[in-house]
């Protein structure tokens, strides 16, 4: 595909990230892989998204209970729940994943957050999975995802793990050592007992699965923190309530309450105690980067909408035409294209590793076993027997190097927290230039408003990030530790 065969959209990508430019030049079949996927999130905001979002906000601030199952359907239509699904199963992860991943949100977001939290909710909800400890899972529970699609019938996931009592510190290892656990997984025959509850869960309530932290012994949540596959009818689980959000309201945030929900050792992700390092680090690693994504295209979307603004004549005058608006128009630009350039940073770093799991030849050879083979119990039974998840776990180690990973949150986290701030930096400049305007591109600002500030304290708060960015980078004092086949020893620290 050359370059005059891109929509104005591969285009324009290309125009203002020149790095992928030059990537595509030495891997054109893999960029224009993640050109074409971008320019299939901008065909489903085009078609679906803008025209319904402000509507849709609206209508959610009256009726926080609404749900668009239309508009989740059609985002099925485009293929957008497979985004973190492995190529190997038929899904759209591949080489270039985590920067697919950044580029397909940011471009979602900077039409409706909201609508795009709804797909980055799932993707979030199934990144536990696509670790080795979901392995077992993945001709089942994933390939039902991608099947839904298919069928028009989407099955959506979600990450649970923040607690009423535990929000901030269950996401960082110095913190969860003394956290204020109020969620339980009692070890009963056969399974799990699961007690307690999880708040501001983000499609919390629509996932048919959850992916869901808990520690085995309360007193103990750093060396017992461990991920469990829950799937939403299990009895004993329930969803007292959703959140009156100020912003992102189309994707809900739900409390889920467990009440002896029984999980089954099958769907214990890893082994016990892992929860850390693969349940909360590796993953942090992998998803913060895209919450930075998803603060720039709100910014991305009040830069456009401000400009269309700026360029209205009232009274004779165009705004545009004050040096003022154009300094500020200039600052925004600047804004985003710093917070693209972090996002870009963290998804190339992490393509390395991440994206090279998933075309690692030992993956491949995996899947390449016939998939009747790979469903069946004496298979899936290895998987999850202690000797199969000890050599998941080490073959996790062998493909994976500690400090890789760890420099991948460190950079992951850094785009968070500046790429966030700099979102409601822009949003916040444009409302105050254009004043109390009632006009449409008011109103859509003033909801990318709304929409930003969630971004700054989701998958950790901005100061959890620049603590991280400060463990990792000047103190070294904070490393991701990968669990080890035969002992745990500590996990997540330095």
Request: net charge negative; proline share 4%; aromatic share 6%.
């Amino acid at each position: 595909m050359s370059q005059e065969q891109l929509s104005d959209v591969g285009r324009q990508l290309l125009h203002d990230l020149p790095a992928l430019a030059t990537l595509r030049k030495l891997d054109r079949k893999e960029i224009d892989k993640v050109i074409a996927l971008v320019e299939n999130c901008a065909a489903f905001n085009r078609e679906h998204a803008e025209p319904k979002a402000l509507e849709l906000d609206e209508r959610i601030g009256r009726d926080p209970d609404y749900f668009d199952w239309d508009l989740v359907k059609d985002a099925g239509d485009h293929r957008l729940f497979s985004l973190v699904i492995p190529e190997v199963l038929g899904g759209l992860a591949g080489k270039y994943m985590l920067t697919a991943g950044f580029l397909a949100f940011e471009e979602l977001c900077s039409t409706c957050a909201g609508i795009g939290n709804v797909i980055a909710a799932t993707a979030l909800g199934i990144s536990p999975m696509v670790t080795p400890g979901g392995l077992v899972h993945w001709d089942t529970v994933l390939n039902e995802i991608m099947e839904g699609e298919k069928k028009g019938k989407p099955v959506l996931m979600a990450y649970a793990i923040t607690e009423p009592s535990a929000g901030t510190d269950v996401e960082e290892p110095e913190f969860l050592a003394t956290a204020r656990i109020g969620m339980e997984a009692k070890k009963v025959k056969g399974g799990y007992l699961l007690n307690g509850r999880k708040c501001f869960i983000s499609g919390g309530r629509e996932a048919t699965y959850l992916t869901v932290c808990a520690a085995t012994e309360r007193d103990r949540p750093l060396e017992t923190w461990s991920l469990f596959l829950v799937e939403k009818d299990r009895e004993g689980l329930s969803v007292p309530r959703v959140e009156q959000k100020m912003g992102q309201r189309a994707c809900h945030a739900a409390e889920l309450l467990f009440e002896d929900v029984f999980v089954p050792e099958a769907n214990l992700l890893g082994s016990e105690g892992d929860g850390m390092a693969t349940g909360i680090l590796a993953i942090m690693a992998a998803s913060r980067g895209p919450v930075a994504a998803v603060g720039t295209g709100i910014a991305r979307g009040t830069f456009r909408h401000f400009l269309a603004w700026a360029r209205e004549a009232r009274g004779g005058k165009k705004p545009v035409d004050e040096q003022y608006i154009q300094m500020a128009l200039a600052d925004m630009h600047a804004s985003i294209q710093q917070s693209r350039g972090l996002c870009l940073n963290h998804s190339l770093a992490g393509d390395e590793v991440f994206g090279a799991l998933m075309i690692n030849p030992l993956m491949k050879a995996l899947f390449a076993l016939p998939r009747a083979v790979r469903l069946s119990r004496p298979y899936r039974s290895f998987l999850q027997s202690p000797m199969g998840k000890a050599m998941t776990s080490q073959m996790l180690r062998i493909l994976v190097d500690e400090d890789d990973l760890t420099h991948i949150l460190s950079l992951a986290s850094l785009a968070k927290f500046a790429g966030t701030d700099n979102a409601m930096r822009v949003t916040s400049r444009a409302l105050e230039l254009m004043g109390t305007d009632d006009s449409p591109h008011r109103r859509w600002v003033e909801k990318c408003f709304r929409d930003a500030k969630l971004t700054q304290i989701y998958e950790g708060t901005n100061q959890l990030n620049r603590l991280a960015v400060f463990g990792i980078e000047i103190a070294g004092t904070l490393k991701v530790e990968l669990p080890r086949p035969f002992g745990k020893g500590d996990r997540g620290t330095g």
